[in-house]
Nanobody
């Protein structure tokens, strides 16, 4: 399994970014996909997940209403649209794949991307 994230960068508070994660070497439609993040000096934390049929999504309270996860099975890609960004969103964002209906815990993830850095600062 290979997961390659892109779209990170520097954004001002209140701004938007869209992260992408292109997957290969897996049956993409069979995998639940998700995003986690890790801020400097902190543990990796859950951000959002989308079911393998694309029907269900779930978000961390800290991003609910601001971030949207989506997937395009034809392109084998999962996205994270981040709006109204805050300095506390600054972190390395990791794409995750799990061969199940839904990603449940960090420890249950089967594969990780290498991460893309997001910095929210004026």
């Amino acid at each position: 399994v290979q997961l390659i994230e892109s779209g990170g960068g520097l954004v001002q508070p209140g701004g938007s970014l869209r992260l992408s994660c292109a997957a290969s070497r897996l049956t993409f439609s069979a995998f639940a996909m998700g995003w986690f993040r890790q801020a400097p000096g902190k543990e990796r934390e859950f951000v959002a997940t989308i079911a393998r049929n694309g029907g269900r999504t779930y978000y961390a309270d800290s991003v609910n209403g601001r971030f949207t996860i989506s997937r395009d099975d034809a392109k084998r890609t999962v996205y994270l649209q981040m709006n109204n960004m805050k300095p506390e969103d600054t972190a390395v964002y990791y794409c995750a794949a799990q061969n199940s209906d839904f990603i449940t815990t960090l420890g249950s993830v089967d594969s990780w991307g290498q991460g893309t850095r997001v910095t929210v600062s004026s």
